[in-house]
Nanobody, 125 residues
Framework: QVQLMESGGGSVQSGGSLRLSCAASGYTYGMTYIGWVRQASGQEREGVAC???????SYADSVKGRFTISRDNGKNTLYLQMNNLKPEDTAMYYC???????????????????WGQGTQVNVSS
């Protein structure tokens, strides 16, 4: 069973930075899409950044050049470095995972079936 636990959210001013972490376990490396999804109040969930493989990474257009996803396989931890944050980045951020098989969409558009509890990011102007 996949278990995901996020940490690192908080409040920051526009232009600031935060790094989110996700402790991940129970998934099969190399056969799992894993990444970050966010949901702002009153809006639909949005894929932010994800791994399909170590060499295949996707980002939402709205965060390209500002956010970087990475992972430390030895620590079973996924990261999201967020720089130059904007008020529109305010949202609950979730770590999410799903098996790669059976996904008909790139990971940034995938429907995930394992979720962490989320961590809130607030960016003020």
């Amino acid at each position: 069973q996949v278990q995901l636990m996020e940490s690192g959210g908080g409040s920051v001013q526009s232009g600031g930075s935060l790094r989110l972490s996700c402790a991940a376990s129970g998934y099969t490396y190399g056969m799992t899409y894993i990444g970050w999804v966010r949901q702002a109040s009153g809006q639909e969930r949005e894929g932010v950044a994800c791994f399909e493989s170590d060499s295949r990474i996707s980002y939402a257009d709205s965060v390209k050049g500002r956010f970087t996803i990475s992972r430390d396989n030895g620590k079973n931890t996924l990261y999201l470095q967020m720089n130059n944050l904007k008020p529109e980045d305010t949202a609950m951020y979730y770590c999410a995972a799903r098996p790669a098989s059976g996904s008909f969409f790139p990971c940034i558009k995938s429907v995930y079936n394992a979720w962490g509890q989320g961590t809130q990011v607030n960016v003020s102007s």
